[in-house]
């Protein structure tokens, strides 16, 4: 195949592949919308447990919210050099973007875990089970999305910044900056109007 | 004990089948899958079946496998419509029928689901997968992997359902599980939670094809081929692709909120602890709704292939046949309520869905009349799709006009759940999908195989499914204006429904007897076959798929066509060809690693529905290792040169 046939079927193959992708993320947006959904039914079904007034600390959320937000902005950092082929800035981003995700996973799972410890679970009432599963599917996300990252960083260690790994990246952070604007959704709608 | 307790889960002898026709079920679906195993064993054709078909990301092998798929689980819907018609015929007065009312409750459970998932749905992404790409004139779809694992989810959902014969029990809660009923509390079982998994393993696969033909017809159409050009078959798939996007992620979470329920004592729907029913059956139909619609959207289009194609005129009304489309994609989201009316949302609301669920009939009557006007003075041929289509025309208006009757809520207070319902809807999938489908297979399998189905085994079975259909059906619609509800196992003789019920029983007999000639039909074609040889343009059709040779070699389009017009096949294909320009092709390599991540996926699946938590574990984690695996692989497509592309295509038999 000739040289400019080549370059021309990446482009297109790439273009293709993040139209795809932002499709997908269209359908994880119906997802969310579905629980947000549900949750907003089942926000005042708390069956004699407590409300969110009584188990939300916003300070703690804030702190939450703070590190995702700035790794969204390390995110976008780390992806401009790895553009520009300085792999290792790039990576240095991202190993701040994936510490600052792994802060607010294990932020979010000792919360979890003192709501559990207190007799709040997720069994206590509908409004928890709405509040476990909507914000416990944005971090099932982030789970995956670190996974996504570390075997991208460890790729891109071991290899070039090939086009393909540049594509694969771009999709990667697509997908943390859509988890970033459903957080503050679930900042708003779960935890300030919650606690408000 | 606890500890192995712990490793077999919910897993007992006690959930081994009881009872002749339940033995009889897990006997065959046991011995149908050894007398598979054991016939590619003695033909020595796994290592073949391995490379050329499972592995294969080609979207016409894919489309062959969903295509059998289907078959088998029609027949096996099918086999639970004739129980379910035996039980109604005899269960009256003192005789009780042959199921006794736990199994007859899992019989119209299982052949709803599978009628819905496993044969509309699987039969629509077969012939999605075997005529998009060609009618848009593309070699292949967006994400050929994807594709793969598309439809081993979709296999591996199939196997799921099917091994509830076996082990365990089938959901006895009705096709859409409504709670409280489906909830820990009420079904304790194992049956809906292999109802969850097999829909939940198969609908993902749903929503991944979703996404991979909506780009495929976005990016991938031919030079020329704009929106405004493209074959209506590829506009609908469009449409119906856009709900499956929309709708199915509805599902995915609605299945999955119930299983947690189940497994880990939430609250959703429960009928304690701050749990909401009704929000289910909101949730559930907000997919249900549209879901029919992306069913039935495609197999308009087939009709409206068909008929242009038989009739010999350009279809009538292209545009508002796009618009139709577009506007019953919309209002699909806005008329979900009308399956609960009775349920208490109140005048007002019910009023709204009832007028809005009588405007979808609107565009639906545009397309009725746009196929009609496309035969006006057409040379009508009276082909075997033809008479699908005209079967087609004849029902599907009855049925519609008794939908627009129910859309109107103080009728439906009096008609909901009733057998009436039964009729009006079966009404609307059999003949409006099925007999699409069997139309488009038997319309573009030549395409594929490079041989027609015997037309005259094929009438014979469009005569026995619409006798057949007539039998089994006007008699439930007359039975549900007498106040028959659905899902009844028994009734009083003093009623005097049993006539009515024993015709409908000789008309299931009926649909049998289609069943056996279509597969007659099939296999007396295949053994005809070179007698049957049926050219690239067995029809004189005008769409772009006509334009490569029969069967499509594997490449699609040795060069990709070029078109100006919307009949551009058909205006030119008397032309000179003009000399061919041949370029190298990249085509994605085979991979098995599709057949593993659903393997991985039904793993996961089994696990939940038995409480085997450690298999759960290892099924997500076998899916997550695979994928990385996979996405290291940087070769995963290879080239056909110019040259090997010329050498193969002077091997093709053109068309005159």
């Known amino acids: ?196 | 004990m606890n500890h192995f307790a712990g490793f077999l889960g919910r897993l007992s002898w006690q959930y081994l089948p009881h009872g002749a026709i339940m033995w009889g079920g897990a006997l065959s679906f046991v011995f149908g899958g050894l007398a598979v195993v054991a016939l590619v064993t003695y033909l020595k054709r796994w290592k073949w079946l391995w490379k050329e078909w499972l592995t294969s990301l080609d979207a016409k092998k894919i489309g062959v496998m969903y295509l059998i798929i289907s078959l088998i689980m029609l027949l096996r819907g099918l086999g639970d419509a004739a129980l379910m018609r035996a039980q109604q015929a005899t269960s009256v007065g003192d005789s009780h029928g042959i199921l006794d009312p736990a199994h007859f409750q899992q019989i119209f459970s299982a052949h709803g689901s599978i009628m819905i998932f496993f044969v509309g749905m699987g039969f629509m992404f077969a012939l999605i997968n075997l005529v998009v790409p060609l009618q848009i004139g593309s070699r292949d779809v967006a994400f050929p992997f994807l594709n793969s694992i598309s439809f081993w989810l979709f296999a591996a959902g199939m196997v799921l359902i099917n091994l509830s014969l076996v082990f365990g029990e089938f959901s006895a809660a009705g096709w859409l599980a409504y709670p409280p009923l489906s909830e820990a509390a009420f079904s304790p079982g194992v049956g809906v939670d292999y109802w969850i998994w097999a829909l939940q393993i198969a609908g993902i696969g749903s929503l991944l094809s979703g996404i991979n033909f909506f780009v495929t017809i976005m990016k991938m159409r031919t030079k020329g081929m704009n929106l405004m050009k493209m074959p209506m078959f590829s506009w609908s798939v469009l449409g119906a692709m856009s709900l499956v996007i929309v709708a199915f992620p509805i599902l995915t979470v609605t299945l999955t909120l119930l299983a947690l329920d189940r497994a880990f004592g939430m609250h959703f729907f429960t009928a304690g602890g701050g749990g909401n029913a009704m929000m289910y059956v909101n949730l559930i139909w907000a997919w249900g709704h549209p879901e029919v619609y992306i069913v039935i959207l495609p197999a308009f289009s087939i009709f409206s292939e068909v008929v242009a194609t038989f009739s010999r005129k350009r279809l009538f009304g292209y545009t508002s046949m796009v618009w139709a489309i577009w506007a019953i994609v919309f209002l699909s989201f806005t008329v979900w309520l009308h399956h609960f009316f009775t349920m208490g949302a109140g005048a007002d609301v019910n009023a709204f869905f009832g007028i809005m669920t009588m405007i979808i009939a609107v565009p639906t009557g545009v397309k009725m009349f746009n196929w009609i006007f496309t035969m006006y003075r057409g040379r009508i041929r009276f082909t075997t799709p033809m008479l699908w289509f005209m079967g087609f025309v004849v029902m599907f208006t009855i049925g519609g006009v008794a939908g627009v009757l129910l859309a109107v809520p103080p009728i439906d207070f009096q008609m909901h759940n009733s057998l009436f319902l039964v009729a009006h809807f079966h009404t609307m999938i059999v003949t409006g999908v099925l007999f699409g489908y069997f139309a488009g297979a038997t319309y573009w399998l030549p395409k594929i195989f490079g041989f027609k189905l015997n037309e005259r085994l094929g009438k014979y079975a469009f005569w026995c499914w619409l006798v057949g259909f007539v039998l089994a059906f006007v008699p439930l619609y007359i039975l549900g204006l007498m106040g028959a509800t659905r899902r009844m196992d028994h009734y009083d003789a003093s009623l005097g429904w049993q006539p009515l019920f024993i015709v409908a029983g000789v008309g299931v007999l009926f649909v049998l007897a289609g069943v056996g000639f279509q597969l007659l039909q099939v296999v007396y074609s295949i053994w005809k076959r070179k007698e049957n040889t049926a050219g690239g343009d067995p029809w004189d059709a005008r769409t772009l798929e006509w334009a490569t040779p029969s069967p499509v070699p594997f490449y699609n389009y040795a060069v990709l066509p070029e078109i100006t017009d919307r009949d551009d096949f058909w205006l030119h294909k008397h032309d000179k060809p003009a000399k061919p320009h041949y370029e190298d092709i990249e085509l994605p390599k085979n991979t098995g690693m599709g057949v593993i991540v659903a393997g991985f996926a039904f793993l996961f699946g089994f696990g939940f529905v038995w409480h085997l938590w450690w298999l759960v574990l290892l099924g997500a984690a076998g899916a997550v290792v695979t994928l990385i695996i996979r996405s290291t692989d940087e070769e995963t497509e290879y080239v056909l040169t110019a040259e090997e592309v010329r050498k193969l295509d002077a091997k093709q038999e053109r068309y005159a």
């Open chain 1, 1 to 196: 195949m000739s040289e400019p046939t080549a370059i021309a079927q990446t482009n297109t193959n790439t273009e293709k592949t993040l139209f795809g992708f932002w499709v997908y993320i269209m359908t994880d947006c119906v997802l969310f919308a579905s629980l947000f959904a549900t949750f907003a039914v089942l926000r005042t079904s708390t069956f004699g447990g407590p409300t969110g007034v009584q188990i939300f600390h916003l300070p703690y959320i804030l702190v939450e919210t703070i590190a995702l937000l700035t790794s969204s902005f390390t995110c976008g950092l780390a992806l401009l050099s790895a553009r520009q082929n300085d792999k290792r800035t790039s990576l240095l981003w991202f190993g701040i973007t994936f510490a600052l995700g792994a802060l607010f996973l294990g932020m979010e799972l000792s919360e979890f875990h003192k709501l559990a410890l207190d007799g709040n679970g997720w069994q206590r009432s509908g409004f928890l089970s709405s509040y476990f599963t909507l914000v416990g599917t944005h971090g099932l996300h982030i789970t995956i999305g670190l996974l996504w990252m570390g075997v991208l960083m460890v790729q891109a260690v071991r290899k070039d910044l090939s086009d393909g790994l540049l594509k694969r990246l771009t999709l990667f952070s697509m997908f943390w900056h859509f988890l970033d604007v459903v957080w503050i959704f679930i900042f708003t709608v779960v935890y300030l109007m919650g606690a408000l």
